[in-house]
Nanobody, 114 residues
Framework: QVQLVESGGGLVQSGGSLRLSCAASGSIFGFYTMAWFRQAPGNQRQLVASISNHNSTIYTKSVRGRFTISRDNAKNTVYLRMNTLKPEDSAVYYC????????WGQGTQVSVSS
């Protein structure tokens, strides 16, 4: 079973940047479309960005132009580069396949101060 481990979160000021990483165990990683999700307190989990196994990317409107999703299949890792962060980007960030067929990891907390 594929396991997902997210890392790279932290506390940054508004306008700052972070790069999140999601390491997946298992050799079948390259077959999945992978995605980043986020969940703020009191809100439902939201799809942020996805990347297909052919590197086609899709972003939710609120992060378009600020976030970049990428993947390294040789390292079984998907990344989320986040620039020009805003307080409303604060959430726990998770990765998963799309659709979400893998077990959820613990996520990584991103906090953006104003």
């Amino acid at each position: 079973q594929v396991q997902l481990v997210e890392s790279g979160g932290g506390l940054v000021q508004s306008g700052g940047s972070l790069r999140l990483s999601c390491a997946a165990s298992g050799s079948i990683f390259g077959f999945y479309t992978m995605a980043w999700f986020r969940q703020a307190p009191g809100n439902q989990r939201q799809l942020v960005a996805s990347i297909s196994n052919h590197n086609s990317t899709i972003y939710t409107k609120s992060v378009r132009g600020r976030f970049t999703i990428s993947r390294d299949n040789a390292k079984n890792t998907v990344y989320l580069r986040m620039n020009t962060l805003k307080p409303e980007d604060s959430a726990v960030y998770y990765c998963n396949a799309l659709p979400e067929v893998l077990a959820w990891g613990q996520g990584t907390q991103v906090s953006v101060s104003s």
